[in-house]
């Protein structure tokens, strides 16, 4: 138990029963391949199913597996940043449970890892087998990030990446709550490059990313890197202010040199209903930060662990 762990695999879990048993072979065997001492540290980010038991029950013969069971479902982003806070490892590898990042890469990961990137993450080139929709949305996703943030955070880049030590030391002191673990990890810098792969199809089980969690996960990306949204009611303002003042100079004009009237009911009405809607969105941006900074000031944790399975006692309560 005392061996110094090498690497550290994060694999959260929520509702993945389906596909667990054979994440943990193809795992087991990639990992083992490498010859040196690694742990797989699987989070239950509060399944329904039996996914957390099959883990327990592998952990009762194999010392490399560990498991962090939530108290409740946290979310994705909470549960990785779970196990990079309990991980050992002098790397620490994030991989997702569906096999949808093929565990083979990590082998290319360490490579780089070795010749002296800090971070690794994997980039997709082509996604295999997933809905048109789905590969629109998360497309979307990563060009509307990209316009809005300050940072540099690399689009068609999930998760699935390997971190050096130093780097999980410094995401370790992040505390915020509305978490985008991507984004923060641009934010601490180091030297990181990228491989690309071929996205797979889920083994088994459906996506735990529905459109409302993407949208959530996006704003999240937005708010936590960039005031640019709040800006934007500045510079609109001014460009609509600005208008409305030629307009007006045409308004006089017509009063002062001409007969004609201004018909007014429709143009007053149009204006109207623009700019109500303009106000209220600019509300809803304004509300999307408020409520984070609500979130942030009320420091609760970021997660509760209701056990943690094959951990020596003194790390398993001084972490988390
Ligand atoms: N996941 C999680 N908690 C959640 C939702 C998802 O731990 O609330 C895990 C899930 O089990 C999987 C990973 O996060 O290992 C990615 O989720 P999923 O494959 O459903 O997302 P997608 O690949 O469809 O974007
Ligand atoms: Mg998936």
């Not at 993945?16 to 742990?39: D, H, P």
């Not at 549960?79 to 050992?88: E, N, P, R």
């Not at 048109?132 to 996703?141: D, G, H, L, N």
């Not at 979130?295 to 970021?302: N, Q, S, V, W």
């Amino acid at each position: 138990m005392s061996r110094k762990v090498k690497f550290s695999i994060i694999i959260p879990m929520y509702n993945e029963e389906a596909v667990i048993q054979e994440t943990y072979r193809r795992l087991k065997k990639v990992m083992s391949s490498t010859g040196q001492t690694y742990e797989l540290l699987f989070i239950n980010d509060g399944s329904k199913d039996r996914s957390a038991k099959i883990i327990e029950e592998y952990g009762y013969w194999d010392e490399t597996v560990k498991l962090i069971d939530f108290s409740r479902n946290f979310g994705h982003q909470i549960a990785i940043t779970a196990g990079m806070d309990y991980a050992s490892g002098d790397a620490v590898i994030i991989i997702d449970a569906d096999l949808q990042d093929p565990p083979e890469l990590i082998l290319q990961m360490i490579e780089k890892w070795q010749e002296g990137f800090e971070v690794v993450y994997a980039t997709r080139g082509k996604r295999n087998g997933e809905s048109r929709f789905k590969i629109w949305s998360a497309s979307a996703f990563y060009r509307i990030l990209r316009a809005s943030t300050d940072i540099d955070i690399p689009v068609d880049t999930g998760d699935f990446r390997l971190m050096d030590r130093k780097v999980v030391d410094q995401m370790k002191r992040l505390p915020e709550n509305n978490r985008f673990v991507r984004g923060l990890v641009s934010w601490v810098g180091f030297r990181q490059t990228s491989i690309m792969y071929e996205r797979d199809e889920r083994l088994a089980g459906e996506t735990k990313y529905p459109l409302r969690r993407m949208i959530k996960l996006c704003l999240d990306g937005i708010t936590s890197f960039s005031y640019k949204p709040l800006k934007l009611a500045g510079y609109m303002g001014a460009a609509l202010s600005g208008i409305g003042f030629l307009f007006l100079l045409y308004v006089l004009y017509l009063a002062i040199f001409t007969h004609a009237t201004m018909k007014g009911w429709p143009s007053l009405m149009g204006i109207m209903l623009i700019f109500n809607g303009f106000i209220l969105v600019m509300l809803g941006i304004l509300g999307e930060y408020v409520g984070r900074i609500y979130d942030e000031t009320k420091g609760r944790p970021l997660y509760i662990v209701r056990d943690a399975y094959g951990f020596a006692a003194e790390t398993a309560n001084s972490a988390g």
